[in-house]
């Protein structure tokens, strides 16, 4: 199986600020990485496929990038929406995910 | 609108079977590979199961590999996930998830998930 591994496992920002999140894979799955939010109770919501595609209605303050083993999740302006637990997803192999990362305002 | 909808959710005991089921709409069902992916409480998400479109094509994360079994019916727009032999292991809530394209990985929709209890 293909690990990933993301990082932080929180955070903590303040309004306004750029937050950025690293997923590392434990194998080459060239842009086959996928990131999704998940806000308490719900479902997750896909943001970002192939590692920089934005999904259609997702602002534009989500971006990702990356290829290989390493990868970037940024929201350029964190809002008050933005509270969630994001996941990054490998689809090289059969898919597997991030441990996720807790975004909290400061 | 895309809308998918689980049930068949509950408490069941270890060594127990359960079967839950996913309702499809406003999308051709027929036409897309469906998922199962779980997630314990508290815990991150876990892919539990593929099937294609016509159903040619399943496959297992190892961890339910031989227990569980998923299958569809198109005529039905549903999709369906087998639960025997369940473990405390097991407990989570499980979503039917939409891949974007047949063959795909890439989860555009989410049901709302139904929640799977193992306990004696």
């Known amino acids: 199986d293909i690990q990933m591994t993301q990082s932080p496992s929180s955070l903590s920002a303040s309004v306004g600020d750029r937050v950025t999140i690293t997923c590392q894979a434990s194998?080459?799955?060239?842009?086959?990485l996928n990131w999704y939010q998940q806000k308490p109770g719900k479902a997750p919501k896909l943001l970002i496929y192939?590692?920089?595609n934005l999904e259609t209605g997702v602002p534009s303050r989500f971006s990702g990038s990356g290829s290989g083993t390493d990868f970037t999740f940024t929201i350029s302006s964190l809002q008050p929406e933005d509270i969630a637990t994001y996941y990054c997803?490998?689809?090289?192999?059969?898919?597997?995910f991030g441990g996720g990362t807790k975004v909290e305002i400061k | 609108e895309v809308q998918l909808v689980e049930s068949g959710g509950g408490l069941v005991k270890p060594g127990g079977s359960l079967r839950l089921s996913c309702a499809a709409s406003?999308?051709?069902?027929?036409?897309?590979?469906m998922n199962w992916v779980r997630q314990a409480p508290g815990k991150g998400l876990e892919w539990v199961s593929s099937?294609?479109?016509?159903?040619?094509?399943?496959y297992y994360a190892d961890s339910v590999k031989g227990r569980f079994t998923i299958s569809r019916d198109n005529a039905k727009n549903s999709l369906y996930l087998q639960m025997n032999s369940l473990r405390a292991e097991d407990t989570a809530v499980y979503y039917c998830?939409?891949?974007?394209?047949?063959?795909?990985?890439?989860?555009?929709?989410w049901g709302q998930g139904t929640l799977v209890t193992v306990s004696s």
């Open positions: 406003g999308f051709t069902f027929s036409s897309y590979s």
């Open positions: 099937i294609s479109s016509s159903s040619s094509y399943i």
């Open positions: 194998q080459d799955i060239s842009n086959y």
């Open positions: 998830a939409r891949a974007l394209y047949s063959g795909s990985y890439t989860f555009d929709y």
């Open positions: 997803q490998q689809y090289d192999n059969l898919p597997t």
């Open positions: 192939d590692a920089s």
